[in-house]
């Protein structure tokens, strides 16, 4: 028993000793961190000799070398790295720091011999020669680094070739030329690589505030198109950078003359076509389908084309909201062109249903637009999308002559044929602002709850802010004719019934002035006063609401409008931009934000290059 019991406790005590052996460990660790972080090296080299010895792991070498640097123990420093020279004399990169060791110690020469013996015995191995530059550019060596790729390079003859670890170590020397010719290089021996290439450079290139490595890049570009007129990759390369400065004619005029030399479809200027439409260049956008209508019929994008050139003119004229009736009456004219040579067959659907939107909300025929809409709605081989579609569309006209609970039957279809889709959201959230115009505040908001969680980050942002102009204004106070009054101006609003729309809202303001619907009435003003073209009118009502609802849910978007408004209405770009970026910085949580940075950015750089042309041109007048 007593034989038992003594091999019991000579168990315990060994089952125990593993764990005072890491909780000594632990507690050595903690010691030396906390003294290498107070810089107190002259007690933290104690622990971490101690643990080095132990463990040798890098992190351990790492301090312990850096502790008697600081402590200028170089003897000390020196037999470390020559250990882990002798233990690990495949990793050169130790080379690098016994090169620094006597560096530090003021041996000079020593300290040039051993990093050129440390590229000498460089091998055909890629993994040792990146590891050898990142040892260089640890101490900054960055000559070296690039002496290190460049031999790497020829050791591995071609399989290989360092381009992208070269241009980042020229880019830390500012050396933006030889940068530039080691991303082109790149693409140059492989094709694949011009995505990544490019994601590169969009960080490489940045800052550029006079534009001059955009410069630089465009001169190298088209010195190599023209020294291999038969390579298309400079080519793509050249428009990608037209794009980048928002430069599309350029990129345009680029892509044109790369389709005619290589006899192509016209990929690349359909797609510069969409790019130009989603960044407002709708003449460079013409130019492209025009091109491409140009190809002949027969080219696959030609009937695209024809389509998509009407909706661009479409855009052009009534985006701006500066048109004349003359501009209406030539869209029209365009419209019945294209639909003549292409006929009225459901591959035209669009175009009849653009037409009818045209007609009904421009030119003021909405009988014509009624039917033209049941001419697309009768043809038998339409898709249900394009079905939808026109119905929708429909609804708008029937709504926009008063015709309410047509138009309120044609988006309960939609709504129910597409529930799982976007066009029943529009549907449902439309049949909301039917029951919002006609005073059936309670149906409108329990639609508007389900709405709010839309993946239609648009249609979820109006549901939210109909629902909350609902709530605050019949909330508390349950007399609900202020809230009735504005309901029937915002749908005589939507009925182009101006002088009216206006009126009703006069009246809230006289008989309700102290009422909380007041910013909802200065952004419905706003947007009748853009419908008249009273741009002016348009931005006071903006103005006050900034002013004084500045924290209310109309704020960012009066603030968006209003930036808006100074972009293209007024040209006060400078004012635009200040506008986009309050909205960065201010709303950051508002739907806004994206396109905000976007155009903060075009006219950010936009602003740069006049600054630069002014001074250029001031300098040579003086």
């Known amino acids: 028993m007593k034989g038992l019991l003594k091999i019991g406790f000579v168990l315990l005590v060994i089952a125990t000793i593993p764990v005072q052996l890491v909780a000594q460990k632990n507690t050595d660790e903690q010691l030396a961190a906390q ?40 003897k000390n420093a020196e037999k470390l790295v020559k250990r882990q020279m002798k233990k690990l004399p495949y990793q050169l990169g130790f080379h690098t720091d016994l090169a620094y060791v006597y560096k530090a ?35 900054k060596e960055t000559d070296l680094a690039i002496e290190t790729y460049q031999k ?9 070739p360092f381009n992208f670890e070269l241009a980042e170590v020229y880019n830390l020397q500012g050396n933006t030329e030889a940068m530039l010719e080691e991303y082109l290089g790149l693409i140059e021996y492989q094709k694949s690589y011009l995505q990544s290439v490019q994601n590169a450079l969009q960080t490489a290139l940045n800052p550029d505030d006079d534009n001059e490595k955009k410069s630089l890049l465009k001169t190298l570009l088209l010195k190599r198109i023209q020294k291999n007129a038969d390579e298309t990759i400079f080519s793509e390369m050249l428009i990608w950078v037209y794009v980048q400065e928002r430069n599309f004619n350029g990129a345009f005029i680029q892509a044109k003359a790369l389709d005619r030399r290589r006899a192509e479809s016209g990929f690349r200027i359909n797609t510069l076509a969409k790019l130009c439409v989603d960044n407002r260049d709708y003449e460079t956008a013409i130019k492209c389908h025009e091109y491409l209508i140009s190809k ?76 033209l809409l049941k001419e697309v709605l009768g043809m038998g081989t339409l898709n249900p999308h394009s079905q939808a579609k026109a119905k929708l569309e429909l609804a708008d006209v029937y709504l926009f002559i008063d015709e309410v609970w047509e138009a ?10 597409f529930k799982h889709d976007e066009l029943g959201e529009q549907a449902k959230f439309k049949n909301a602002k039917v029951s919002f115009y006609t005073g059936d505040f309670g149906w409108c908001k329990t639609q508007l709850n389900v709405l709010k969680a839309s993946t239609s980050k648009l249609i979820a942002n109006d549901a939210m802010q109909l629902s909350i102009l609902i709530t605050d204004n019949i909330g508390i106070d349950t007399n609900q004719a202020p809230l009735l009054i504005f309901a029937k101006a915002d749908l005589l609003s939507f009925q ?28 419905k003003r706003y947007q009748i006063n853009y419908k008249q073209k009273k741009f002016e009118e348009a931005a006071q009502n903006l103005e006050t609401i900034i002013e004084k609802h ?24 400078e004012k635009a931009a200040e506008l986009y970026k309050k909205i960065m910085f201010d709303y950051q949580s508002s739907i806004f934000v994206v396109d905000s940075r976007k155009r903060y950015r075009e006219l950010r750089d936009t602003l740069k290059i006049i600054k630069i042309e002014n001074d250029v041109l001031e300098f040579k007048t003086n």
């Not at 790497?152 to 290989?160: A, D, I, Q, V």
């Not at 309120?408 to 044929?417: F, P, T």
């Open 550 to 573: 500045g924290e209310d849910i109309l704020a960012d978007d009066a603030l968006y409008n209003l930036a808006l408004l100074n972009d293209y209405q007024f040209n006060n770009k």
């Open 296 to 371: 002949g019929s027969d080219n696959s994008y030609y009937i695209s084309s024809k389509i998509e050139l009407v909706d661009v003119y479409n855009l052009k004229i009534t985006s701006s909201n500066a048109y004349t009736p003359e501009d209406l009456k030539n869209l029209e004219q365009i419209y019945l062109t294209t639909l003549n040579e292409l006929g009225r067959t459901p591959s035209t659907a669009s175009l009849l249903r653009g037409l009818a939107h045209l007609k009904a909300f421009y030119l003021y025929d909405t009988d014509e637009a009624v039917s």
């Open 496 to 523: 182009n019934k101006h002088v009216e729309a206006m009126k009703m809202l006069d009246s809230l303001d006289k008989w309700y002035p102290f009422h909380t619907i007041a910013d909802d009435i200065l952004y």
């Open 152 to 160: 790497g390079r020829k050791l591995l003859r071609g399989t290989y």
């Open 105 to 139: 110690s003021g041996d000079e020469l020593k300290s040039k011999q051993t990093n050129e013996r440390a590229i000498k015995l460089l091998t055909p191995d890629n993994e040792q020669i990146i590891g050898l530059a990142n040892g260089f550019l640890k101490y």
């Open 408 to 417: 309120s039957l044609l988006y309960s279809q939609v709504e129910k044929a």
């Open 35 to 74: 003294f290498y972080n107070d810089k107190a090296y002259d007690k933290a080299v104690i622990y971490y000799q101690k643990l080095f010895d132990k463990t040798e792991l890098p992190t351990h070498y790492i301090r312990l070398l850096t502790c008697y640097l600081e402590l200028q123990e170089y």
